[in-house]
């Protein structure tokens, strides 16, 4: 006899406990799969899956399918939580800073006592501002105001219904490791970045790749490879851009960084289709169109 829905999702929970990201989320799709043939799930049982696989692919790095089911589960209960708050560190992974800050100021407004969220847009804030400047707020999408209905702060936890708020995945210490991984991993990426600045990659590459130990992210295997070019470990540069395409296949650094090592290592059809790859969503970008022109001289 098949496994009804529920035993597949708690079945899916012991496989995230136990650090096993792919076989969790296969659990939750099948689950899934058999609500929708049903035609009776209700939209909570199916945003909370959605929101556990959500949980699976963001461990696993595979941060747009994290952002994908995010958002189905948000379309169907608006304004949960943890949908909000690992499709705000998705974005953050992907460097899309903007989109990550407006989930955690909406994750606050459900919930303001959540600390993921509070840290969250401090480092968005910092972000932000180094990136677009002084007037990065005009470049926000807009914050959607959130339904006092909608708001945790002052509820009361219904007797009938416990935790009907609160989707189950990993247990409360399971969760604290988790998120302690991932800041420890954060932190480890910033001093990365700092190596980087002061021109010591070979650092710079330890404290990435004790990072990535933590947490895949696409950023810290793109910044890495930025490192490996500059000590001429071309093969090795190659392989994080690799990496961070398959969380991120559209990844403008990963596919110049990797045409790059690529044209050092006299793959030159390689490095061209990389090129016109990334050129494909940016066709603009002048390192790349003078890029391309080397490799058409090589």
């Known amino acids: 006899m098949a496994a009804c829905p529920a035993a ?16 969790a989320a296969e659990l939750y799709s099948r689950a899934l799969a058999q609500l929708e043939a049903a ?10 899956l959605l929101a556990n696989r959500a949980a699976c692919y963001l461990k696993d790095g595979a941060c747009s399918l994290c952002v994908a089911d995010c958002t189905s ?20 992974a992907l460097e899309r800073y903007s ?34 400047g002084v ?8 914050i959607p105001t959130v339904p006092i209905s909608a708001q945790t702060r002052w509820s009361i936890p219904s007797a009938q219904a416990p935790g009907a708020n609160t989707p189950a995945t990993a247990p409360q210490g399971e969760r604290d490791e988790t998120a302690a991984g991932m800041e420890r991993a954060r932190m480890l990426k910033e001093e990365g970045n700092e ?35 500059t000590l001429k470990q071309y093969k090795e540069a190659a392989q994080d851009c690799t990496e961070a395409l ?8 990963a596919l110049y960084r990797r045409a790059q090592a690529l044209k050092e290592l006299k793959d030159y059809k390689s490095s061209i289709a990389d090129i016109k790859s990334l050129l494909k969503t940016e066709p603009k970008n002048t390192a790349a169109l003078r890029l391309l022109q080397e490799l058409n001289r090589a």
């Open 195 to 229: 190596f980087v600045k002061k021109g010591n990659h070979k650092k710079a590459v330890e404290k990435y790749s004790e990072s990535l130990k933590l947490n895949k992210e696409c950023a810290t295997y793109t910044n890495r490879a930025l490192c490996y070019l």
């Open 73 to 92: 589960a948000l379309e169907l209960v608006p304004f949960g939580i943890k949908p909000l708050l690992r499709r705000a560190a998705a974005y953050e």
């Open 8 to 23: 597949l999702r708690r079945a899916g929970n012991e496989e995230f406990r136990r650090g096993q990201y792919g076989p």
């Open 99 to 132: 989109l990550a800050y407006v989930d955690y100021k909406t994750a606050l407004q459900v919930d303001c006592s959540v600390q993921a969220a509070h840290d969250g847009v401090n480092r968005m804030t910092k972000a932000l501002l180094e990136k677009d």
């Open 135 to 142: 007037n990065w707020r005009q470049k926000l999408p807009p």
């Open 246 to 253: 398959k969380l991120d296949p559209k990844n403008v650094k």
């Open 39 to 48: 035609g009776d799930a209700s939209a909570e049982e199916r945003s909370v």
